[in-house]
């Protein structure tokens, strides 16, 4: 048996499994004994350590004793998230908080949430959080996956089954205010606090920068914009930068405890028949508390083209509200009081261009080709050089070698320009 991360003892893994026997079984009456009679950490079997933790699986042999006196084994895996060992990405997390706001997530919010929702399930079972570790239910085990390719690109079925598990997100944040007569920001100060785009944290502040910089290169090699460049690269940053003041709690409209981070790979989808029927969202490290449209603008532009959003906005905004509507509808609450069509619809129409804004500083890093990204996760010094050093250089090369990358770059560059530049 592997040893086990620290802060994590071989009870503490005892425990663990004990509650996820109970859950799954479904019974009051599980109070017999088990033993563990062995456990293993591999690595995420789906790839490699996320950018801002290590990923492992838990892999556990039990036994348990039936009510009928017998004996049963039992093979449970978990996920298993941690800070990262690599000091470079551990002093990055650090400053910008993110491990230790989503252990407060996973250990307090979403508890509390989830009595809202009943069986609507949002997130992943969370089994053990404290510190640096969380140890949750494995998606993949239950059925989950990915919903798109190396593109990054949602169909119109994923995107409605991710907007109606967002709605029951957003609207059990909606009901637990009214219920308990308390904000969210308030109760869960660590959870709200901003992190993604805080204007006083250096390293959020620098990697901004940076990734602006980058995204400028390739505008520079669109060959479209030759003859408008110079007014372009000018208007370009501020544009960026409006991302920091949109994204902070409004004083104008309604807020609710939003995700903050919703790009495909943290959106998982269990199919029927090859249709997403349920949807789970991961990676709770850039939590805020800020107008819903944020999260659902980012979710839909992020994954589509500028084509599809011109032909279906419209109508996965309504569906989204109408979820949303139908969610507290169920505790007794009516949405017009709390949330206006027409509020939501001004807030859409305002925060339109967080969704392309945040598609070019996540898409510039997570669609690059895995052959780019290798410096990140083979070296103790490969995210801080990419980070801050190399970023140019390796979009650059992908956006010249990697039709992937360059097509789904360019849809984003030219919408922003058309829509929001020129």
Not at 386 to 409: G, M, P
Request: net charge negative.
């Amino acid at each position: 048996m592997k040893d086990l991360p620290n802060g994590l003892s071989s009870l503490d893994v005892k425990h663990i499994c004990k509650q996820y026997l109970i859950e799954k079984n479904a019974s009051d009456l599980f109070d017999l004994p088990i033993k563990v009679i062995e456990y293993d950490l591999n690595g995420n079997g789906d790839g490699p350590s996320g950018f801002l933790a290590d990923h492992q699986l838990l892999m556990v042999l039990v036994e348990r004793l039936l009510t009928d006196g017998s004996k049963k084994q039992d093979r449970l895996k978990f996920f298993l998230k941690s800070a990262p060992a690599a000091q470079s990405r551990l002093d990055y997390i650090t400053e910008i908080g993110v491990f230790a706001k989503e252990v407060n997530v996973y250990s307090v919010v979403l508890p509390t949430l989830q009595k809202y929702v009943h069986d609507r399930y949002f997130a992943p079972r969370c089994y053990y959080s404290k510190e640096d570790i969380l140890v949750m239910e494995d998606l993949n085990e239950q059925g989950f996956r990915l919903g798109t390719g190396r593109d990054g690109i949602f169909d119109m079925d994923h995107l409605k089954c991710c907007l109606k598990a967002l709605a029951t997100f957003h609207g059990s944040s909606i009901v637990f205010e009214e219920k308990s007569g308390k904000s969210i920001n308030q109760t869960y100060p660590l959870a709200t606090t901003e992190n993604a785009y805080p204007k006083d944290n250096e390293a959020r502040t620098t990697n901004f920068m940076n990734g602006t910089a980058a995204l400028m290169e390739l505008i520079k090699v669109l060959p479209k914009y030759k003859s408008q460049l110079d007014l372009i690269l000018k208007k370009f940053p501020e544009k960026m930068k409006l991302i920091f003041e949109y994204t902070k709690t409004s004083s104008e409209f309604r807020n609710v405890f939003q995700h903050g981070d919703l790009w495909a790979n943290n959106v998982m989808f269990k199919h029927f028949n090859k249709r997403p029927v349920e949807c789970r969202f991961v990676d709770f490290q850039l939590t805020r508390y800020a107008p819903p449209i944020v999260d659902v603008i980012t979710v839909l532009t992020i994954p589509t083209a500028k084509a599809f959003r011109s032909q279906h906005l419209k109508e996965l905004l309504d569906f989204y509200y109408q979820c949303l509507k139908d969610f507290v509808e169920t505790h007794n609450l009516k949405l017009e009081d709390h949330l206006s069509k027409a509020e939501f619809d001004k807030t859409a129409e305002t925060f339109k261009i967080i969704g392309i804004i945040e598609s070019l500083l996540f898409s510039h890093l997570t669609i690059l080709p895995s052959e780019s990204t290798k410096s990140l996760t083979e070296t103790s010094d490969g995210f801080t050089d990419f980070f801050n050093l190399y970023r140019n250089e390796i979009v650059l090369k992908a956006f010249k070698n990697d039709s992937i990358y360059r097509e789904r770059l360019t849809d984003m560059l030219e919408d922003m320009i058309e829509s929001y530049i020129l």
